[in-house]
């Protein structure tokens, strides 16, 4: 029991500061989304983009959902998605679509360390996310349900509506993920106090050899779908200096985390607004086994053609 408190006391802290960075993200992203809805700018962008986004099954104006996730966290998208009016299918595939290619700068650079290209990965995910689109487009049932989040689209004369559902919206979103997050790191936690993850590699070594993977990297690929990618990254990173992990190794590990990490919490993150989760791991595991082989064919045939 003691111990069981000590994994709550330290993460606590962490969920609390985190808490305190989600309200610098969300809020004045959330807020610049409704102030540009207001004042016409999203309507332009729908009709801008809209020829591209019809392909994928999505209204043009949901590009600044997926814009913002390629450059902020997740809780970025989430905010811009609270904002706008779309339908659960719809939100399903931007829901993929982020978690394949979201934070990229700082993930990118994290992974960098390790051995992949920043700009190969960048895009990677980009291009990834744009097929998991076309991808679930054609694979989802229809779904015209409204996405939970905004099930009417509201249209306001003045500002004052619009800052005081913004205020609403906010609080209920911001104490969500809070909640989601603190559990997760009491679990983080309970599984590094108690030697689980160690346990828990030693089956999965048959699946990472389904995944292409290399047989030493169970342990990689626990963390990264625990603790994340740029966790996994500093842990990875620190087997490569110390010689227990080769660069050739870790490389290949990060073309499967770049497209399925965080299995746990981001999963959980979308599927609190109500997005479906065999969908989520399902799409996320399959093209990220589909990137590592097509890699390693592509080596085998480029070998073969050198000699």
């Known amino acids: 029991m003691k111990r069981l408190w000590k994994c709550v006391r330290q993460a606590l802290p962490r969920s609390g500061k985190l808490s305190l960075w989600l309200f610098k993200i969300i809020l004045p ?7 540009l809805d207001y004042y016409g700018a999203i309507a332009w962008l729908s009709e801008f983009m809209n020829p591209v986004f019809q392909l994928i099954g999505l209204q043009g104006k949901l590009a600044i959902v997926f814009i913002t996730s390629i450059f902020l966290p997740l809780y970025g998208s989430i905010a811009v998605m609270a904002s706008l009016a779309m339908t659960m299918r719809e939100a399903t595939i ?12 700082v993930e990118c650079a994290v992974v960098r360390k ?3 290209s920043f700009l190969g990965m960048f895009f990677l995910r980009i291009l990834t996310a744009f097929a998991i689109a076309v991808f679930l487009n054609n694979l989802l049932p229809a779904d015209n349900r409204p ?13 004052t509506p619009l800052f005081t559902d913004w205020l609403q919206a906010s609080g209920v979103l911001i104490l969500t993920i809070l909640v989601i997050v603190t559990v997760l790191m009491i679990i983080q936690r309970l599984l590094v106090e108690f030697g689980l993850i160690e346990t828990l590699s030693r089956p999965l070594r048959p699946l990472m050899r389904i995944f292409g993977l290399p047989e030493g990297s169970p342990f990689l690929w626990i963390v990264g ?3 994340g990618l740029a966790y996994g990254g500093a842990i990875m990173a620190d087997m490569v200096e110390e ?26 993150l979308f ?5 479906n989760w065999f969908v989520i791991i399902g799409t996320r595991l399959l093209f990220a086994v589909l990137v590592v082989w097509g890699r390693r064919l592509f080596q085998s045939l480029a ?3 050198i000699a």
């Open 29 to 35: 992203v959330s807020l610049a989304v409704r102030l």
């Open 94 to 105: 931007l829901a993929v679509m982020c978690l394949v290619a979201h934070n990229l700068p």
């Open 114 to 116: 390790t051995g992949s």
């Open 147 to 159: 996405f939970e989040l905004l099930a009417q689209p509201t249209v306001y004369t003045s500002l």
């Open 225 to 227: 779908n625990v603790a």
């Open 243 to 268: 010689g227990k992990l080769s660069l050739k190794d870790s490389n290949t590990v990060n073309y499967h985390l770049c497209i399925s990490h965080s299995l746990i919490e981001d999963t959980l």
């Open 271 to 275: 599927v609190a607004l109500g997005i």
């Open 303 to 305: 070998l073969n053609k």
